[in-house]
C-alpha cells in the first residue's frame, strides 16, 4: 500500500535535489580553480563535434567564482519555487531546459566557449511564469508573481549586452522553458491537477 509523502520527506527531497547540483557545481569550481586546470574547454563550443559534451556539462561549469556566485541563489530560489509543485517536476524541468537549450546553444550560439547554470537558470524562470500564465490555479499565479517580481531584470538577459555573457544560453534556456511550462500546464489542466 503506497503512502502519502510526509512534509519532512518532501522537505529533504527538495534540499538534496538542489543541494547536490549546488555541490556538483562547487567541487568542479574548485577543481577549475587549482594552478594549471581549466575544465571550462568541456563546456559548449557550438557547431564542433567535440562541442556537443558541452550541452550535459556546461550547466555545472563556470568560469570564475562570481560567476558561480551569482548564479547560486536565483538557481536555489527558482528551484525550490519549482519544487512546490514536486521534486520530480524540477528534475524534468531542469533536463529538459539543460538539454534543449544547450542543443540550441550548440546550432545557433557564437563560437565561443559557453559555461555556467544560468542557461538552466532562464528555464527555471520560463517555466515557471509561462506555467503560471497558463495554468491559472492559484498556486502557480501565486508563484509566477513571485518570480515576476523577484527577477523581472531577467528579460534583458536575453538580449545581448555583453560580449563574455552568453545571451545565448539565457534566450535558448527560457525558451526551453517557456515551452515546457506550456505543454506542462496544458497537460495539467486536462487532467485537473
Given at each position: 500500500m503506497a503512502t502519502k509523502p510526509t512534509?519532512?520527506?518532501?522537505?529533504?527531497?527538495?534540499?538534496?535535489?538542489?543541494?547536490?547540483?549546488?555541490?556538483?557545481?562547487?567541487?568542479?569550481?574548485?577543481?577549475?580553480?587549482?594552478?594549471?586546470i581549466n575544465i571550462n574547454g568541456l563546456g559548449i563550443y557550438p557547431r564542433s563535434i567535440q562541442g556537443l559534451i558541452g550541452i550535459l556539462c556546461a550547466p555545472f561549469l563556470h568560469g570564475s567564482w562570481w560567476h558561480f556566485?551569482?548564479?547560486?541563489?536565483?538557481?536555489?530560489?527558482?528551484?525550490?519555487?519549482?519544487?512546490?509543485?514536486s521534486v520530480k517536476r524540477f528534475y524534468n524541468v531542469f533536463i529538459?531546459?539543460?538539454?534543449?537549450?544547450g542543443l540550441l546553444v550548440?546550432?545557433?550560439g557564437r563560437s565561443n566557449i559557453h559555461v555556467g547554470l544560468s542557461g538552466v537558470i532562464y528555464g527555471l524562470w520560463g517555466f515557471i511564469l509561462c506555467y503560471g500564465l497558463v495554468r491559472r490555479s492559484l498556486k502557480s499565479i501565486i508563484i509566477a508573481v513571485v518570480v515576476a517580481i523577484l527577477y523581472s531584470g531577467f528579460i534583458w538577459g536575453v538580449?545581448?549586452?555583453?560580449?563574455?555573457?552568453?545571451?545565448e544560453s539565457h534566450l535558448f534556456g527560457a525558451l526551453s522553458g517557456l515551452f515546457l511550462g506550456y505543454r506542462l500546464a496544458k497537460s495539467d489542466k486536462l487532467k485537473g491537477r
Open positions: 512534509t519532512l520527506s518532501l522537505l529533504t527531497s527538495t534540499r538534496f535535489a538542489i543541494f547536490s547540483i549546488v555541490v556538483i557545481c562547487f567541487v568542479l569550481q574548485v577543481i577549475n580553480s587549482l594552478p594549471g556566485a551569482s548564479n547560486m541563489i536565483p538557481f536555489v530560489v527558482l528551484s525550490w519555487l519549482i519544487c512546490q509543485y529538459f531546459t539543460a538539454l534543449v537549450g550548440w546550432a545557433f538580449l545581448p549586452q555583453r560580449y563574455h555573457v552568453s545571451f
